[in-house]
T-cell receptor
């Protein structure tokens, strides 16, 4: 059972455009939602994260929008640049679950065309 | 600067061999994790450890075991490697407490022939 569903699987955006990646979760106990960015040959690195007590978090060109009632969250990359081309993973965890491990979506391969 | 290192970037083993993947972190983190990454499947948690000598199964522990004898080192063991264990293996660590950033190593690409 996939607990975090991510879409699209791949995405091509023109330079300067807005990239949008969506995730939906099932476990209502999740209370921490990070996005990780992975470049080829590298491990994933935290990009931005949100907790469910806010509906939006912005860091530079990256914004997370969170809809608790719909159990959905999304990553928006404004003014997308070729250097943003990477694989993006949404994830979720439950602080009370004891595991502290992350449940990841399957990833989105983003290509920004110059 | 935080650092998670993995013993090998690429590894080729034969079916039935015992395989050790080593991970070391220099951040004095309590929690350490092993994930495998496969195309179209994302990252899946194999095992994690929240303290020395403590371990917990993740989502796909079958065919794997782990060892954590020192706080900074977390080893993944494939007792008898099989071709379906060909994958990218990623180690991560984090400070104790939910929500803190997980720091990943560069990964070990394991091929089992």
């Amino acid at each position: 059972q996939q607990q975090v569903k991510q879409s699209p699987q791949s995405l091509i955006v023109q330079k300067g455009g807005i990239s949008i990646i969506n995730c939906a979760y099932e476990n209502t106990a999740f209370d921490y939602f990070p996005w990780y960015q992975q470049f080829p040959g590298k491990g994933p690195a935290l990009l931005i994260a949100i907790r469910p007590d806010v509906s939006e978090k912005k860091e530079g060109r990256f914004t997370i929008s969170f809809n608790k009632s719909a159990k959905q969250f999304s990553l928006h990359i404004m003014d997308s640049q070729p250097g943003d081309s990477a694989t993006y993973f949404c994830a979720a965890s439950n602080r009370g679950g004891g595991a502290d491990g992350l449940t990841f979506g399957k990833g989105t391969h983003l290509i920004i065309q110059p | 600067d935080v650092k998670v290192t993995q013993s090998s970037r690429y590894l080729v083993k034969r079916t039935g061999e015992k395989v050790f993947l080593e991970c070391v972190q220099d951040m004095d983190h309590e929690n350490m994790f092993w994930y495998r990454q496969d195309p179209g499947l994302g990252l899946r948690l194999i095992y994690f450890s929240y303290d020395v000598k403590m371990k917990e199964k993740g989502d796909i522990p079958e065919g794997y075991s782990v060892s954590r004898e020192k706080k900074e080192r977390f080893s993944l063991i494939l007792e008898s490697a099989s071709t379906n264990q060909t994958s990218m293996y990623l180690c991560a660590s984090k400070r104790q407490g939910a929500g803190d950033t997980q720091y990943f190593g560069p990964g070990t690409r394991l091929t089992v022939l």
